[in-house]
Each structure stands twice: as structure tokens, then as C-alpha cells.
Nanobody, 124 residues
Framework: QEYLVESGGGLVQPGGSLKLSCAASGFTFSSSDVSWYRQAPGKERELVASIASAGGIPDYADSVKGRVTISRKNDKNMAYLQMNSLQPEDTGVYYC?????????????????WGQGTQVSVSV
């Protein structure tokens, strides 16, 4: 059972743009905090951007700030990552992550959902 499915990746030339989409199902997406991660070959997975359940001010990694916009449409169970001015160092598999916290009395439970990723390749 897959709860998050990424799409929109592909091959783009340096300076180009891509818009990634994340479709959620099987849980209350509007209650989740959403993040986009990426992993380049031979490197650790890194956080790219995040946005809270109600929206607000997103957070971005310094490496993508000014070039990337994370957004969501809770009524559509969708999250997005708009990427502009792409460079080869942006190459990697991009993952959508959704986290739901449930508080029960004096403790909480975390539910962590991941998509399978979409490949982004930036090269001539």
C-alpha cells in the first residue's frame, strides 16, 4: 500500500525547470507536515524543503533557497516542489515525506510516510 507517489522528474538542461508532484492517499493529508528530500549518487539523503500542515512559511535548504518553492493543496491531497535554475548538483532522487503526529494523553505517536522517489537529472 503506497500512500505517497511522486511524479514530474526527468532530464533537464542546466538552467531549466521542473515541477515535482506528490499525491497522497490512505491518510489525512491535511494533518501532515510535508517535506521533500533528495539523494544524489554516493551521498546521504538531504532535506530540501518542508511545509507545515496548515501552510505558513516554508523552510528551505541553503543550497536551493531562492530557486525552489514548496507548496501544497490540502483539498487535492497534493504537494509540489517547483524547481528553477537547475544545475547538475541538483541531480538525484527526490522523495516526498509526510509526517502525522497523534497526541494521546501524555505521549505522542509519529506516523511517517515516504514515496518511492522520482529521478531528477540535470545535464547537457
Amino acid at each position: 500500500q503506497e500512500y505517497l507517489v511522486e511524479s514530474g522528474g526527468g532530464l533537464v538542461q542546466p538552467g531549466g525547470s521542473l515541477k515535482l508532484s506528490c499525491a497522497a492517499s490512505g491518510f489525512t493529508f491535511s494533518s501532515s507536515d510535508v517535506s521533500w528530500y533528495r539523494q544524489a549518487p554516493g551521498k546521504e539523503r538531504e532535506l530540501v524543503a518542508s511545509i507545515a500542515s496548515a501552510g505558513g512559511i516554508p523552510d528551505y535548504a541553503d543550497s536551493v533557497k531562492g530557486r525552489v518553492t514548496i507548496s501544497r493543496k490540502n483539498d487535492k491531497n497534493m504537494a509540489y516542489l517547483q524547481m528553477n535554475s537547475l544545475q547538475p548538483e541538483d541531480t538525484g532522487v527526490y522523495y516526498c515525506n509526510a509526517v502525522v503526529f497523534l497526541t494521546k494523553g501524555n505521549h505522542g505517536e509519529r506516523y511517517d510516510y515516504w514515496g518511492q522517489g522520482t529521478q531528477v537529472s540535470v545535464s547537457v
